[in-house]
């Protein structure tokens, strides 16, 4: 293990970190930044600066892009998703609004039907084949046709990767441009972010971790056709760099639209949501988070910004990350 940072810090996340470790081999990368103070973990050693799938997290820069894009008056958040493609999909009743579908009200399920039982096979170990295989742009859309025609939107909350992806291929198609290029250039570059991004390359210094499923057998990459909804693969230096624009550390447009998105608009049981962002109260503050994983990754995000603590933990292995993370914001 290496660890970097003060050593007071060091002293508390040494024993979370080995507690989150536990006995498998599996690559995990963790950063605190807590004030002036930033501490670093990992596991191997040489992984300080390992690339990881960040699964859903991915969700929050997607809603904090349409804050970005919100805030420079480039989009309504109220507008029907329809008015932004420029023609009608064939919903129910209504087509779900962009803070609709920022806010899991789209009534789009989670993934797509027909690939419930792959899905569900990889997500319990019982399968190392990629779920998605076979799956191309044109099945998928019409996968998302089908669900469309059943949504129901605007009810309660119902979590849903098929929603934010699609408000993200609808913010690429208003701006005109690719949705990996869109984050980039309005979201990622401005704060200095430089290693996230979509690419899974076969080569160093940027190949992305390979994850392991409960049973510690490698498993495929995520690469469905919801880029926007979960497949950002990141470092933990570039999480704690994008937590930290919640407390004001980045160009202005970018502070108040990440701002933005960690504002309530909805209410999911016990949590409320921003634009993609989940807000619980802390004992310090507001606590803006989110979690992710693909077939085998876990990654998790928070950032108290009334207190100025971020904590980022990426993992290659499915492991206890909510344990990790109260534990070093001290709830």
């Known amino acids: 293990m290496r660890l970097q940072g003060e050593s007071q810090t060091n002293e508390r996340l040494d024993v ?7 006995a498998s081999s599996a690559p995990l990368a963790v950063g605190v930044q807590d ?25 929050v820069f997607t809603g904090s892009l349409l804050g970005v894009m919100v805030e420079a008056g480039d989009v309504d958040p109220e507008a029907p ?49 990629d779920p998605w295989r076979g799956v191309d742009a044109a099945k998928y859309r019409a996968m998302l046709m089908a669900a469309v025609k059943q949504a129901r939107v605007g009810e309660a909350p119902r979590y849903s990767s098929m929603g934010v992806s699609l408000l993200g291929d609808a913010l690429a198609h208003a701006a005109g441009m690719d949705f ?33 499923n409960d049973w510690d057998r490698p498993v495929p990459y995520l ?10 693969a990141s470092t933990v230096e570039d999480q704690l760099r994008f937590l930290r624009a919640a407390w004001g550390e980045g160009p202005d447009e970018i502070v108040k639209g990440v701002l933005r998105a960690q504002t309530p608009v909805a209410q999911m049981g016990a949590v409320a949501i921003g634009y993609c ?5 802390h004992k310090d503050g507001e606590a803006a988070f989110h979690n992710g994983g693909t077939w085998g990754s876990q990654a998790e995000v928070v950032v108290v910004k009334d207190r100025r603590i971020a904590v980022a933990a990426l993992s290659a292995k499915r492991r206890h990350t909510d344990e990790f993370v109260s534990e070093m914001l001290g709830a």
Do not use: Y
């Not at 690469?223 to 950002?232: E, I, K, S």
């Not at 962002?277 to 109260?281: E, G, S």
């Open 16 to 22: 979370s970190f080995e507690k989150l470790k536990g």
């Open 35 to 59: 004030g002036a103070r930033l501490c670093f973990a990992a596991f191997p050693d040489h992984e300080i600066d390992r690339r990881f799938e960040i699964g859903s997290v991915t969700k």
């Open 81 to 129: 998703v329809d008015h932004l493609f420029g023609k009608a999909l064939p919903w129910p009743f209504r087509p779900p609004t962009l803070v609709e579908l920022a806010s899991h009200r789209s009534g789009l399920p989670n993934t797509p039907k027909p690939l419930f039982w792959r899905e569900s096979l990889a997500a319990l170990s019982l399968s190392v084949k």
């Open 180 to 212: 990996a290029d869109l984050l980039d250039q309005r979201l990622l570059r401005p704060l200095g972010i430089r290693r996230t991004d979509f690419l899974r390359p076969e080569e160093e210094p940027d190949l992305v971790a390979i994850s392991v």
């Open 223 to 232: 690469r469905d056709q919801m880029a926007p909804a979960g497949m950002l």
């Open 277 to 281: 962002w989940l807000l619980a109260p």
